[in-house]
């Protein structure tokens, strides 16, 4: 297990999307800060469980996207999820503060959920079927680069 990667995603994303105002804009794509952050938090509800969406219908799609899941490429900027809307969704909540409290809510109950039950597998609809190894990996690449498209990290 890649432990600096659960560091990061522990200790310090959601220190990091503090230091984002709602309105900002990104470096590319179309989802102001809040929006990004709601993102975040919907994507970590797939990651834990709490949230089923169906798999994409093309097996040989998730296969690849499974294969570079493993490699240490990131994502290219404006890489489109096929799951979402073209347009990003209205804000879910009043207030960034409720989005970041919303993050930690979900990356927590990720990290319980995966403790509790060793072994556990979650679907993912666009990468398969994946362990704890993996959802770490994909919250990390994920996490690095919507930090990225707001300025938060740099390459």
Avoid: C
């Amino acid at each position: 297990m890649n432990q600096q990667k659960v560091n990061f995603l522990k200790n310090e994303f959601v220190f990091k999307l503090k230091h984002l105002a709602p309105d900002a804009k990104g470096a590319w794509g179309k989802m102001n800060g809040q929006q990004m952050v709601e993102h975040m938090a919907e994507m970590l509800k797939v990651a834990n469980g709490r949230l089923h969406q169906p798999a994409l219908p093309d097996k040989e799609r998730v296969e690849k996207a499974h294969a570079w899941l493993l490699t240490d490429k990131p994502f290219r900027e404006n890489t489109i999820n096929p799951l979402l809307p073209e347009e990003p969704r209205p804000e879910e909540y009043n207030t960034m503060q409720q989005a970041i409290e919303a993050v930690q809510k979900e990356l927590d109950h990720f990290f319980e959920v995966f403790e509790a039950t060793p072994g556990l597998r979650i679907e993912n609809p666009a990468f398969g079927n994946l362990d704890f190894e993996e959802q770490v990996q994909l919250l990390y690449k994920h996490a690095q680069h919507h930090l990225k498209q707001f300025g938060l990290i740099h390459s």
